[in-house]
């Protein structure tokens, strides 16, 4: 029996409640005026230069105009969400009068969400709601306790004013923290969001699985804390009972799960605290352990062992490989009910998977002067990792993908890395022949060609 996961699909009846959406991810520098020790240092400073308002105008009408051309293609209208993150975008002068004109242009079917942190003045949170759909605040736990209690005021002066203006959804980011005072500390706070209506997620600290202060590790405690919170969420979905005992555990195959589950409930070795010996594990066990020495502490339990939720939250469907199989062999209808609804992917490696990113995400680096289709990922056609453009040049990328769409035919992306940090949730596989009945599903008029690249 082989359970790993091969496949992943949108939530179509999510999608037709929610609207399907096409991300636009807008960075806007890396000027902020937090400095956590998790966020790397190419990621934020107090230095860098705000963009004029003449310059993100100009590029904001670039990004209705990519929209105009892909919405020819594509059998859904989709809502266009367009993310501002940073660095802190509220940190330039020209952000908010930025968003105003957005609001301004009243296109339909657009959205326009806020990434923050939410360490700003009461005015300028009226102000902002006034112009925006969406706020998603990150706290962040290394803050003075000043400006966390400032930022939870934000957080409820939000919440307090939902519907009131344009605002109309408010997530929060509730960075858990692995050092134990702000770990519990997230814990309170994830109890007191509950209790009061606010939608959170518990955002796992780190994108790879390097042994660095980006990336932080975890004890057993913390760890059982997530999988048991993923449990009861996915409980809510009626995911199926064999599977809601392994929500953080990273499954290449049911035997695995198996032997991490035996893991978790072995003896600590009284003399290390959290450490086990691993010449007293089984060999499946030590393939999942990092093999860095003999005796492995279970605290070293990062991403790719707890796996993740989408960065949105949305609920999305994943195919095992027998489901595929049978799939692929019988000629099976796509839509079936082969595939199973998840709020969680055990996994995040998807290297070589063919991938619809660029049907779904576009993202902005205002600072550097670059166009890319994913901000994490930054997976391009061809095999290749990069830009598909510059924004001082964005005539150019407009030009290039109508020369390729008029062809009737276009590439789909080859995933070039070993990890997934974001857009988990974008229609995947394993199997080319899968992508390209995902990718027929949602296009129109065109021929995927799997690994390809653009017509110059």
């Known amino acids: 029996m082989n359970n790993q996961i091969v496949a992943i699909d949108n939530d179509l009846e999510n999608l037709k409640e929610h609207?399907?959406?096409?991300?636009?991810?807008?960075?806007?520098?890396?000027?902020?005026?937090?400095?956590?020790?998790?966020?790397?240092?190419?990621?934020?400073?107090?230095?860098?230069?705000?963009?004029?308002?003449?310059?993100?105008?100009?590029?904001?009408d670039f990004v209705f105009k990519y929209r105009k051309l892909l919405e020819k293609y594509m059998k859904q209208k989709m809502i266009w969400s367009i993310g501002f993150t940073g660095g802190e975008p509220t940190n330039n002068p020209n952000f908010l009068p930025m968003c105003e004109y957005i609001h301004s242009l009243n296109v339909p079917k657009t959205i326009v969400n806020?990434?923050?942190?939410?360490?700003?003045?009461?005015?300028?949170?009226?102000?902002?709601?006034?112009?925006?759909?969406?706020?998603?605040?990150?706290?962040?736990?290394?803050?003075?306790?000043?400006?966390?209690?400032?930022?939870?005021?934000?957080?409820?002066?939000?919440?307090?004013?939902?519907?009131?203006?344009?605002?109309?959804?408010?997530?929060?980011?509730?960075m858990f923290h692995a050092k134990e005072e702000w770990f519990n500390e997230c814990i309170e706070l994830a109890d007191r969001f509950t209790k009061d209506g606010i939608k959170f997620v518990?955002?796992?600290?780190?994108?790879?699985?390097?042994?660095?202060?980006?990336?932080?590790?975890?004890?057993?405690?913390?760890?059982?804390?997530?999988?048991?919170?993923?449990?009861?969420?996915?409980?809510?979905?009626?995911?199926?009972?064999?599977?809601?005992?392994?929500?953080?555990?990273?499954?290449?195959?049911?035997?695995?799960?198996?032997d991490q589950n035996r893991l978790a409930q072995l003896?600590?070795?009284?003399?290390?605290?959290?450490?086990?010996?691993?010449?007293?594990?089984?060999?499946?066990?030590?393939?999942?352990?990092?093999?860095?020495?003999e005796n492995q502490d279970l605290k070293e339990m990062t991403r790719k062992s707890l796996g993740r939720p989408c960065c949105g939250a949305r609920t999305f469907f994943t195919l095992n490989e027998d489901n595929a199989q049978e799939m692929l062999d019988n000629k099976i209808e796509f839509n079936n009910d082969k595939w199973q609804k998840s709020v969680f992917a055990c996994s995040t490696e998807y290297k070589d998977w063919s991938c619809m990113i660029n049907w779904n995400w576009l993202h902005i680096e205002q600072e550097y002067d670059n166009i890319l289709h994913h901000q994490t990922c930054r997976a391009n056609f061809g095999g290749t990792k990069g830009p598909i453009g510059k924004i001082s040049e964005c005539d150019k990328i407009l030009d290039r993908l109508e020369r390729q769409l008029s062809t009737g035919t276009m590439p789909v992306i080859v995933c070039p890395n070993k990890l997934c940090g974001c857009g988990l949730c974008v229609p995947k596989s394993k199997h080319h022949s899968i992508t390209e009945k995902m990718f027929e599903k949602a296009t129109v008029g065109l021929t995927p060609i799997i690994g390809g690249t653009l017509n110059e």
Request: glycine fraction near 2%.
């Open 114 to 174: 806020v990434t923050t942190n939410g360490a700003f003045s009461e005015n300028y949170c009226s102000k902002l709601m006034k112009c925006v759909d969406t706020l998603t605040l990150s706290y962040h736990c290394e803050a003075d306790p000043k400006i966390k209690q400032k930022v939870i005021d934000r957080i409820y002066q939000m919440q307090n004013n939902l519907n009131k203006d344009k605002l109309r959804h408010l997530k929060i980011n509730l």
């Open 19 to 60: 609207g399907f959406t096409f991300e636009v991810t807008w960075d806007m520098g890396r000027r902020c005026n937090f400095d956590c020790t998790y966020c790397p240092d190419h990621r934020h400073n107090n230095t860098s230069p705000h963009s004029n308002l003449e310059t993100l105008i100009k590029t904001s």
């Open 267 to 293: 003896p600590r070795d009284p003399a290390r605290g959290e450490r086990i010996k691993a010449e007293n594990l089984s060999d499946t066990v030590k393939q999942i352990l990092p093999k860095k020495e």
């Open 202 to 258: 518990p955002r796992i600290i780190g994108e790879s699985y390097e042994n660095d202060r980006y990336n932080h590790r975890y004890t057993q405690e913390q760890h059982d804390w997530f999988r048991k919170y993923w449990a009861n969420k996915n409980k809510k979905i009626d995911k199926p009972d064999e599977n809601k005992d392994a929500e953080y555990e990273y499954k290449d195959d049911q035997n695995k799960v198996k």
